[in-house]
Structures are given as C-alpha cells and as structure tokens.
C-alpha cells in the first residue's frame, strides 16, 4: 500500500498479535486527537522480518492489506522479535533512545526516512503506574522480582535508576538470572546504593521482608499453573504487582488480597507503555483516560 494519502499508520509487529489489544487503545487515541491514523496488527513470520526491516519488502496485516516499511510511521514490536530488531538493523540506521543497550529489547519503533528511533517503553510504562496511579513511592523499598527475562529487565532498570534500597530476583534460567544480576543491575548500577541478589529460590527472595512483590514469569497466564508464593510470605504492608493483565487476578494477586496486602495486575503497564508509545510516535500528549477506557473495553471482549 503506497503511503498516498496523509493518513498514518502505526501497528504491531509479532507472532502471534491476533488478541492484542492495542489496536483498541491507539485508535481511540487517535479519534480523541482527530489524527489522521490508524493502528494495525502485523503477524510477521520468523523470514520476513529481515527483508521488511531491511529491503523494504512487504508484509500483510491481519486483514490481508501489504504495508512496507516506508509505509509505516512506527510500530510496536512484541514476542518474538523485540530482541531480534535490535541484532538485524544496523547502527546507525538504528538510533537506540534510552536505557535499550541495558534492557536489550525493543518494543517502540518511530520511524525516520533515513534511520529507525528505537525505545522500550516497558520499563518506562511499569514506572509511570507505579507512580502515578499506584503513589509508590520507591526510594529505599525493598523488591523482590520473580522472573529475570525481558520484561524483569525493563522493569529492574527502572527501579535502579529510580533508587530502590535492594532488589532481589530469583529465576529457574539460572543463566539469565545470573545475565541479569551480574552483567546488567551489578555492572552498570555498582555506583548506585542498591543492593542486589541473585536468589536460588523463592524463600531466598524473603519476600516478608519486602516492600513490592513484582511476578514477571508467565506463571499466572494459565487455569491450572501454581501460586509461586506462600501465603505465609505475604504481609499487609506489600505491594504485590503481576505483570500479568490477563486473567486480571492470578492466584498470587487473589491470595495477596486475602491476605490484606495491596495488589495490582499489569493492565496499567500495558495502558502506559502504549502512552508512551504515543507521545513517541506523535510528539503530542496522549489522552490517558480515553486510552484506559478503550483497554478496559476491549479486555472484556
Ligand atoms: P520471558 O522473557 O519468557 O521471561 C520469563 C522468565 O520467567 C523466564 O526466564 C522463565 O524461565 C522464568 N520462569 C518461568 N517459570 C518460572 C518459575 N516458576 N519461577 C521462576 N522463574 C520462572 O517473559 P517476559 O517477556 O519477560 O514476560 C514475563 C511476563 O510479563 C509475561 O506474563 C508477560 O505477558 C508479562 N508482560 C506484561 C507486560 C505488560 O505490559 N503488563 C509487558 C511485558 C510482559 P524459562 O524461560 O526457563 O521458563
């Protein structure tokens, strides 16, 4: 589709991205603002990311429609690319923004006729809920993160920068735990005052201890998958926080609401890594609410 007319096009670039519901947000940004675009889902196979990042050869959205790169304004990039964009563009046809070389994955693309912009928004989008809508205050806290993949990273960067007392992780990959303690919070936060632990298990984490309880393993997502905490861990002072947005309570967020202590799922991560997804893409302030409705629409669908 040759970009004719002046409207835009944003979408998203994964597999699979059927159920996303990003769509619903970005458009109904995009009306509230009256901006000529619109936001479209890519279900982009392992062999084609290459030659659409690259040659500019095409790709089909879900309704069969052929975009090229140079049709497309920005994309969000999801499972399983966001590290692989970041290997196959070149420097400096890739401009990182942000802290991108110490979370190592991509998911906010603008695009520029000569170069690519990549953020991450993740890490960024945790950070606004926490804050904002959450009033989490984390200077001196204590954090313990179950999960050291891609969206532990984004988040753990955050908590770093921002100042966190400690931060313990624990991890069955004993491998991308150790990547995660050692070489990113250890090696590039040793000048900082935060404490760091690899833990060799979930007892190890001394949640009781804790101020914010992050679950960012997939664990959670399925009917039949365990609560990864005991009960006895948890406490009425703990903010436990499940990446997860969908079931929206996991077991671990009903059993810490039984117990007295606050909770939250990872819809408000969602909302704002999409908001600053927007404000990247269009350089105008996103409306937050008319965002948060449509997601809250579409997640009951
Ligand atoms: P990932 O890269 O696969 O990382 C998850 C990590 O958790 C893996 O290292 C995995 O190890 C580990 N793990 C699995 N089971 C575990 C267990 N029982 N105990 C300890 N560690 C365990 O996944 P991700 O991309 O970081 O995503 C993690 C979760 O965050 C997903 O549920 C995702 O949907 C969610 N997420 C939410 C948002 C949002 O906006 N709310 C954004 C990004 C991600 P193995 O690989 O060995 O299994």
Request: charged fraction near 25%; proline fraction near 4%.
């Amino acid at each position: 589709m040759d970009k004719k007319s002046s409207l835009k096009i944003y979408g998203l670039l994964g597999f699979p991205v059927r159920h996303s519901l990003s769509p619903a947000m970005h458009n109904a940004a995009f009306r509230a603002l009256n901006l000529p675009a619109e936001y479209r889902l890519f279900e982009v196979k392992p062999e084609e990311l290459e030659g659409f990042l690259l040659n500019n050869a095409p790709i089909s959205d879900i309704d069969g429609n052929s975009f090229r790169l140079t049709d497309l304004s920005g994309f969000n990039v999801t499972i399983p690319y966001k590290v692989r964009v970041l290997r196959i563009v070149p420097v400096p046809r890739l401009k990182t923004v942000g802290p991108i070389d110490l979370i190592d994955a991509v998911n906010t693309v603008k695009v520029f006729t000569d170069h690519l912009e990549a953020h991450n928004t993740d890490g960024a989008g945790f950070w606004r809920h926490l804050t904002k809508d959450l009033k989490f205050d984390i200077l001196g806290k204590k954090v313990a993160i179950i999960g050291a993949g891609g969206a532990s990273r984004s988040v753990c960067v955050f908590l770093c920068i921002h100042k966190a007392k400690s931060i313990s992780v624990f991890d069955v990959d004993k491998d991308k735990l150790r990547e995660l303690v050692d070489n990113v919070l250890i090696g590039q936060f040793s000048n900082y005052n935060t404490k760091f632990k690899a833990a060799d298990s979930i007892d190890g984490l001394k949640i009781a201890d804790c101020d914010l309880l992050i679950n960012a393993t997939p664990i959670g997502m399925k009917e039949d998958d365990p609560c990864l905490v005991d009960e006895k861990f948890i406490h009425k002072d703990l903010l436990v926080y499940d990446l997860i947005y969908n079931p929206a309570e996991t077991k671990l967020l009903k059993m810490a609401r039984e117990k007295g202590a606050r909770t939250s799922n990872g819809l408000g991560m969602l909302l704002y890594q999409g908001v600053e997804a927007f404000e990247i893409w269009t350089g105008k302030e996103a409306p937050v609410e008319v965002m948060r409705n449509a997601l809250n629409q579409a997640i009951k669908r």
